[in-house]
């Protein structure tokens, strides 16, 4: 009988539910889309990451990566107007610095 293969050992897919795998699909969707960022619901609906703000905690506190998150509106795929955050990938590091809200 032949052994099922353990989970660590198994890749993941292009849809994985795994938390590395959507730091990486996040981090390379904001390198490819620029200046103009993604939102929380951008980031849901086309990564399939339902969590967008603890993967970009993530990737700030232990990456390092500089994601600004901006106050937008945007609407979801049933036509529903949401407030939501605007993901900006900027060059240098996060300087895990907590700012009082602005």
Not at 3 to 27: E, F, G, V, W, Y
Not at 37 to 42: A, E, N, P, R, S
Not at 80 to 91: N, T
């Amino acid at each position: 009988m032949k052994k099922a293969t353990p989970k660590s050992s198994q890749s993941h897919t292009t849809n994985s539910t795994a938390s590395s795998d959507q730091r990486q699909r996040l981090i390379a969707a904001l390198r490819e889309i620029g200046s103009s960022g993604l939102t929380t619901i951008q980031i849901r609906e086309q990564l399939d990451i339902m969590m967008p703000a603890a993967r970009v905690h993530e990737l700030r506190w232990n990456h390092g990566y500089n994601i600004q998150a901006i106050p937008t509106h945007d609407y979801n795929a049933q036509g529903h107007r949401h407030s939501c955050k605007r993901y900006v990938l900027f060059a240098g590091k996060w300087d895990r610095v907590r700012r009082a809200a602005q």
